[in-house]
Structures are given as C-alpha cells and as structure tokens.
C-alpha cells in the first residue's frame, strides 16, 4: 500500500462518503462551534483532508481566506461542485496534503485536521510539515479517531481483514495519550483535549494545540 493507493480508495468511495449521514450531528455541531470559536475573522485558515467540503463550507464565511485540500481527487470535485452551488469567495478547494503544499502557501494562522491523522503513514513528519506551515502561535485543531483506544477486535481483526480486501484504507493505531505526546515532540503546546461526541465517548478526542 503506498500514497497513491490510499488516494484510489478515497477517489473509488467519494460517492458513497458524500452521500452518508453525519453519525453524531450534535457531536458535530459541538465541533464546529467550538472551532468558529477559536478562528479570527481576519485569519489564513488550511483545512487537511476536507472530504467532500461540509466542513469548509461551514467554516469558511467567517474567516479572511480557507484553504481546503485532500489527497483525492474525486472528494475535491465534488466539494467543488457544492462550492459552485454555495459560493464562498474566502474558500479554495485544492488536492494537495500537509507534505505537497509549497511553502510560498504558509503561514497560517490555523490549520484544521478532522477525522485525519489516522489515516497518514508518517505521523512525525505531518506533525512537523504542520508546524511549518503555521504561523508564529498559529493554532493546530484536530479531531482524530484514536484506534489504539478502541475494541480490540477492530484494531487487531476487523481493521487489517478489510484493508485486505480493498474496504478500509490505510489506518494508523494510536492512543490519545500518544498522539497528544506527539503533537508536544512536533513544537505545540497543548491547550485543551475535549470529547464532543454527544453519548459516551467515542475515542475522538478534539485538540486544541499552539505553535511554539
């Protein structure tokens, strides 16, 4: 499995993930007032994979300029066909990932990952490209599925058997307390580590961290 395959995967399902449902819309909604909360209207604000752009379409109207990339194709033409339907003038919709945006796009004042830093293979080195291309105190926010927290039987079973058959993409295994270590390795402060989902916890924990 490489990048490129990862790529396929999303291109060959972007249809069915654009017409799925939110599972826990109040969860979701807690995420993005939280998030307007916390971005400036005079603020450059990067989005990493932005799916099918239900979040950047939400969030970009409040802000100065809002950079939304994913590393397929096939999600970004659809958000760009949602875009047409709802113009924002501050959103661009790009194919790109932390790691192939030319540094001439930096710094940012925010950078917003959800659901994201799962699915990446150097979890390090998108952590450090992250840094780099925010601003002096710029903010890092994420929402990240913490697998290594989950059921067993998902990371160990499920997991592996439907990556074997094409069904899952690649999938990093990781626990909360971890990836909060790993954000502070790559030079944030942490600020707050919250759970949004609306029942229960549901091992996505939402964090707010500041470039050192």
């Known amino acids: 499995m490489s990048l490129a395959n990862d790529a396929r995967f999303w291109d060959r399902t972007s249809g069915r993930y654009a017409k799925g449902a939110v599972a826990d819309q109040p969860g979701y909604d807690r995420t993005l007032d939280r998030t307007r909360a916390l971005l400036k209207p005079d603020d450059g604000v990067l989005e990493l994979g932005c799916g099918t752009g239900s979040t950047a379409l939400r969030l970009?109207?409040?802000?100065?300029?809002?950079?939304?990339?994913?590393?397929?194709?096939?999600?970004?033409?659809?958000?760009?066909?949602?875009?047409?339907?709802?113009?924002?003038?501050?959103?661009?919709?790009?194919?790109?990932?932390?790691?192939?945006?030319?540094?001439?796009?930096?710094?940012?004042?925010?950078?917003?990952?959800?659901?994201?830093?799962?699915?990446?293979?150097?979890?390090?080195?998108?952590?450090r490209s992250i840094h780099a291309l925010l601003a002096p105190g710029g903010l890092f926010i994420a929402k990240t599925p913490c697998v290594g927290d989950m059921n067993p039987l998902i990371r160990l079973a499920l997991l592996p058997a439907m990556r074997a058959i094409g069904q899952a993409p690649y999938a990093g295994v990781f626990r909360a307390t971890e990836l909060s270590r790993q954000i502070k390795d790559a030079g944030f402060d942490i600020l707050a580590v919250e759970n949004h989902a609306s029942k229960g916890n549901d091992n996505r924990p939402y964090s707010v961290a500041r470039k050192r």
């Open 60 to 127: 970009a109207g409040g802000v100065r300029a809002y950079l939304a990339t994913d590393i397929s194709a096939g999600m970004i033409a659809i958000a760009e066909e949602k875009h047409a339907a709802t113009p924002l003038p501050a959103l661009t919709f790009r194919t790109a990932t932390a790691e192939t945006l030319p540094s001439g796009e930096a710094p940012f004042n925010a950078v917003l990952g959800f659901n994201y830093l799962h699915l990446v293979r150097d979890l390090p080195g998108t952590l």
